[in-house]
């Protein structure tokens, strides 16, 4: 079935959301952003849409608990830091969501997961009573377990998987930055891209990175991946930046729209 939200216009009249942040929006000096970003989610929330949230953010809000000064390379340490930043980084959302009185829930995957159909007809499940229940799923790569060839690459992906799993209306990828450009925004002669179209295959454009170096592991390229991969499923995405997000939920005019087919 085909997303109603068809521009950024029908935002508002979205039944259900997939909002996804990066590790370097709401960890290190960008904590603080989390209060703003759960301000705006819990406004959706209390218009009666249905958010899921995926945060990255794990390792690198467990690095200063492990006294580490840069993102680590080993896979062990990666998950010592995962296993302690992903519950800290749970307690910060559920602190901020308490001024609405909003449940959170932990919801851990792996590639694994969504690839095996009984796995993915669990979690199907759980995220569908989960929402019935109008508690706030909070879902992340589960770090502490996951191996280099089952990983699922970055959180934009994942994203867009969750958004296929649940069959959501609207995917928001929140970043650093604010839209898709023709080429990295710092160079000369960069414009801002508005408006995707289904059919194109966005040719000539430039990418480079989005976020903020050391912390994450996505980029542009990911983001528009993770994009088309959603909106061929029918959700259509909206690139925008993590400090814009209450307006992104009420459709004003920024960041960048990729439509979706109608399937």
């Known amino acids: 079935m085909s997303s109603p939200v068809l521009s950024r216009s029908g935002i508002p009249s979205a039944h259900r959301i997939v909002v996804k942040v990066g590790s370097s929006s709401i960890s290190g000096a960008n904590a603080g952003q989390i209060a703003p970003l759960v301000d705006a989610l819990a406004a959706a929330h209390l218009r009666g849409t249905e958010v899921i949230l995926v945060s ?3 390792i690198a809000t467990g690095m200063p608990y492990l006294k580490l000064d ?3 390379t080993d896979l062990a340490t990666q998950q010592a830091a995962a296993a302690v930043g992903q519950n800290v980084l749970i307690y910060r959302y559920q602190n901020s969501l308490d001024r609405f009185q909003i449940v959170a829930a932990q919801v851990l995957l792996t590639a694994g997961d969504l690839e095996n159909p009984t796995h993915r007809g669990n979690a199907q499940r759980a ?3 989960l929402l019935d229940l109008r508690i706030l799923p909070i879902v992340n790569e589960n770090d502490t377990v996951a191996t280099h060839e089952i990983r699922f690459g970055d959180n934009d992906r994942l994203a ?5 799993l ?3 209306d609207l995917l928001v ?8 450009y023709t080429r990295p925004p710092e160079k000369p002669g960069a414009r801002r891209i508005a408006d995707v179209p289904f059919e194109d295959d966005l040719a000539g454009v430039e990418f480079g990175d989005i976020g ?3 912390v994450g592991t996505g980029g542009a390229g990911t983001k528009v991946a993770a994009a088309k991969l959603a909106a061929a499923s029918g959700t259509p995405v909206l690139l925008a930046s993590t400090r814009d997000v209450a307006a992104a939920l009420v459709g004003a005019e920024l960041g960048t729209f990729f439509a979706a ?3």
């Open 70 to 72: 840069a993102r680590p």
């Open 160 to 164: 867009a998987l969750v958004s296929q």
């Open 173 to 180: 990828l929140l970043s650093d930055i604010d839209s898709l």
């Open 127 to 129: 995220m569908e009573r």
């Open 166 to 168: 649940v069959r959501a």
């Open 212 to 214: 903020s170096a050391g």
């Open 56 to 58: 990255s953010g794990a």
């Open 261 to 263: 087919a109608t399937v």
